[in-house]
């Protein structure tokens, strides 16, 4: 059941995200905020796959989140830091679903499927699951579809510069070497690409509130 | 620090989204998105984005500001610090905040000694034999004692020691025996 999660980011990315453990672990609390973050809506959507009730999808990435904060300084970097939450957050909503069927005044809708454990993560990316409602599923499709169309209004430059990054998953040096031009360049068009689909991005990203999966 | 002054805020964030800061830069980066919601929302705008392209998905949930803010508060609730597991440091060989006090004090201390050894090597040659001996030391001849049969070779100055402390030789007040002394009891030959 424990499959790789999909997309992983790029390497490099990889590194951010272990010296942000680090330096959690070295108590700066601050970097852990970043790792939620950067994950939690990615995590929030793993969990929607596996549990119905829409209102039990956030409580279980917090306690996901809050056993990974204890944990951390257990994680030695061997596995992608997202593929060791995914695990962790994977584990608890077993352990959630186990305490729901435990319980004899939960509603059978709150619990997703039959009992299978592994059908949670099996390929079901794509798919709609039953914790996500339309207006969820238009809202993520919206968002898609301005990145798409801001990705299409981008200067050749910059459209090039941040599909190499984002979509091969190049480092800077490597992207430099492709266009021929300096890093520093590179470093300014993949910002500068991002600033302008961000623009379009952060309004829908910030109107989420109460929708949730 | 160099590559920090051609890049605005929120530029660094974009750098610390591709693993491409360390040290001061990185930091920096890290303190921006922890304190100014502006960057905050980059750092989840720029990952988004980053998603999208990956996947051709976007994940929809819980605002990041409010999830942030309520995972804050549990953490803080349940009063559980993170457990520290910190490298082990290997002591380095830093000096002491007073380390150059010391350092002179060693550096006078040998001038001193050696002063004083060269001045009594010159004055042992300038004087010569001529000067008294003020003390005599007593005679280190070297007693021979009986041993089971064996003559045993024993320092006069031991026995002396030993003679003076007769109620040392033996045995312990408890009856046991005495380590080092049972073997170097006092016999005198008129025992």
Redesign the interface.
Known sequence: MNKTPPAAPPASSGDTDLMLVERTVAGDQKAFGLLVMKYQRRIERLIGRMVRDTNLIEDIAQETFIRAYRALPQFRGEAQFYTWLYRIAVNTAKKALVDLKRDPVVSESSLRGGNDDDEETSGMENELTSAETPETVLAAKEIAATVNSAMEALPEELRQAVTLREIEGLSYEEIAEVMNCPIGTVRSRIFRAREAISAKVKPLLENQSGKRW | MDAMD??DK??LI?????????GEA?ALA??A???DPTA?????????????????????????E???S???Q??QE?A?P?????PIVVATSRPAANDWVWKLAAGVASVAAVTAVGWNLWAGGAGGAGQPQLAQAPSSAPVVVEAGGAPLIRDPGLDRLLAAHRQLGGATALGTSSGFLRNATFEAPSR
């Open positions: 051609n890049m929120q530029e974009s750098a610390l989204a591709d693993g491409q800061l360390e990185f890290v303190d998105v922890a304190t905050r929302a980059s750092w989840c705008a720029y990952h988004a984005v980053g998603e999208v392209l990956r996947t051709g998905r976007a994940s929809v949930g819980t605002p990041s409010a999830f942030l309520r995972l804050q549990r953490l349940q559980e993170l457990p520290m597991v910190r």
